[in-house]
């Protein structure tokens, strides 16, 4: 497979973005970008690749998280902290629409290669700053990482059972989410350039987005001095909310947003005297009375299998979903319908699935083109294309610059 360039067709057709990020957050962001057609360069130190190749399981050595988060972008090694490699990137970004950048703040401009340098080769240029903590403050310079961003932004001290500890996620929740928010950023900066022509800098902490997801937690605590606690799997807006076993040892998550459905729910599980309670009216009032709640559609679920209680259910027209984990998604009608998971074509593995793009547009939808490529597997294609001979790529890497 050959892959001449890193564009797609798309509608960000024509954008070039280069990516010196690494874990997690900056990549992701910049995969994105490259699903609806950027052109993405994944610019790796010559001697220390992402370390995302290097995290998780692998296969025949070759790391399989850095297939999805490498998908759909060039590869170049170049060494930052030396002044020829310095210059690269900047005739690189010299045409360049995008710089994803995760270092910790001040290190760039150490180089040489801070944003009033980038800008006056490229005034063009969205600079996309990713940090733990934000280019300003006491925190500045302080490494950070997701997990950290999970434990400061009131996440993990809301979420675990009432009587346990904090609990993180097993994954990358805030990363992704800051991801997310950076290729939203960048957008909004790139459509800020169509009509002023100037490029900009996006901050981003990754201790912020996530607590703006968290919803209004904040606003709670200012007006009413209430501070969210840690529920386990219920909800003090709502009840029945939970997640129920099964009796051939599965589990359903069960939600009761809407008071229609969790009258539906009550009189399903054989307790239609509940929705007569005062109380049962309002979402505050059931989960005031979750123990009732749950003990009723425990029992009911407890003795049925799982999919005789989801069959049940969809047939009261009440919210349920089996708890999945990966073989399930696999063999989900719903998620092939949707096309969620896609088998990519790659080199090194021949093929591999992954979670596809996350939404679908009518008209310009974008599309995994390929699987993360070896490290530093377009460096000669890319930099020959700013004018580089042979011989001084072959000079520039005997110096370990590339």
């Known amino acids: 497979?050959?892959?001449?360039?890193?564009?797609?067709?798309?509608?960000?057709?024509?954008?070039?973005?280069?990516?010196?990020?690494?874990?997690?957050?900056?990549?992701?962001?910049?995969?994105?970008?490259?699903?609806?057609?950027?052109?993405?360069?994944?610019?790796?130190?010559?001697?220390?690749?992402?370390?995302?190749?290097?995290?998780?399981?692998?296969?025949?050595?070759?790391?399989?998280?850095?297939?999805?988060?490498?998908?759909?972008?060039?590869?170049?090694?170049?060494?930052?902290?030396?002044?020829?490699?310095?210059?690269?990137?900047?005739?690189?970004?010299?045409?360049?629409?995008?710089?994803?950048?995760?270092?910790?703040?001040?290190?760039?401009?150490?180089?040489?290669?801070?944003?009033?340098?980038?800008?006056?080769?490229?005034?063009?240029?969205?600079?996309?700053?990713?940090?733990?903590?934000?280019?300003?403050?006491?925190?500045?310079?302080?490494?950070?990482?997701?997990?950290?961003?999970?434990?400061?932004?009131?996440?993990?001290?809301?979420?675990?059972?009432?009587?346990?500890?904090?609990?993180?996620?097993?994954?990358?929740?805030?990363?992704?989410?800051?991801?997310?928010?950076?290729?939203?950023?960048?957008?909004?900066?790139?459509?800020?350039?169509?009509?002023?022509?100037?490029?900009?800098?996006?901050?981003?902490?990754?201790?912020?987005?996530?607590m703006a997801m968290l919803g209004p937690q904040i606003t709670w605590y200012d007006q009413l001095g209430y501070i969210q606690p840690r529920l386990g799997n219920r909800s003090n807006n709502n009840a029945p909310r939970n997640t129920y076993r099964c009796a051939d040892g599965r589990w359903i998550a069960v939600s009761t947003s809407a008071q229609s459905i969790a009258e539906r729910v009550m009189r399903l599980v054989g307790r239609p005297e509940l929705v007569e309670e005062p109380w049962f009216a309002t979402g505050t009032g059931r989960a005031g009375h979750a123990d009732e709640l749950d003990a009723a559609v425990s029992a009911w679920v407890a003795k049925r299998d799982r999919d005789e209680v989801v069959a049940a259910f969809e047939e009261a027209e009440a919210a349920v979903a089996p708890v999945y984990d990966v073989r399930d998604i696999l063999a989900d009608p719903q998620y092939a319908a949707l096309g969620t998971v896609r088998a990519v074509p790659d080199e090194e593995l021949g093929e591999v699935r992954m979670q596809n793009v996350p939404f679908r547009l009518s008209a310009t939808p974008g599309e995994i083109r390929h699987a993360g490529r070896r490290h530093g597997q377009d460096t000669d294609a890319v930099f020959g294309a700013l004018g580089l001979s042979a011989d001084e790529l072959a000079r520039l890497r005997e110096r370990g610059v590339v």
């Open 1 to 210: 497979m050959t892959v001449p360039s890193g564009a797609g067709r798309g509608p960000l057709d024509g954008v070039t973005v280069v990516d010196l990020a690494t874990l997690f957050a900056g990549p992701l962001a910049a995969a994105f970008l490259g699903d609806f057609g950027a052109d993405v360069i994944k610019v790796e130190h010559p001697a220390k690749p992402d370390p995302s190749r290097g995290h998780g399981p692998a296969k025949d050595g070759v790391g399989l998280w850095w297939k999805v988060l490498g998908r759909n972008k060039r590869t170049v090694t170049c060494n930052l902290s030396d002044p020829e490699g310095a210059e690269l990137l900047r005739r690189l970004l010299a045409d360049a629409d995008v710089l994803v950048e995760n270092f910790r703040p001040g290190t760039l401009e150490r180089w040489g290669l801070g944003p009033d340098e980038l800008h006056a080769v490229n005034p063009r240029l969205v600079i996309a700053r990713i940090s733990g903590f934000g280019q300003v403050g006491p925190y500045a310079r302080r490494p950070g990482f997701g997990t950290l961003a999970e434990a400061m932004s009131g996440f993990a001290a809301a979420t675990g059972e009432p009587d346990g500890p904090p609990t993180l996620p097993p994954f990358g929740l805030a990363d992704s989410v800051t991801a997310l928010a950076a290729a939203y950023a960048v957008m909004l900066a790139l459509r800020s350039r169509d009509a002023t022509g100037a490029g900009q800098v996006v901050d981003l902490a990754i201790i912020e987005p996530i």
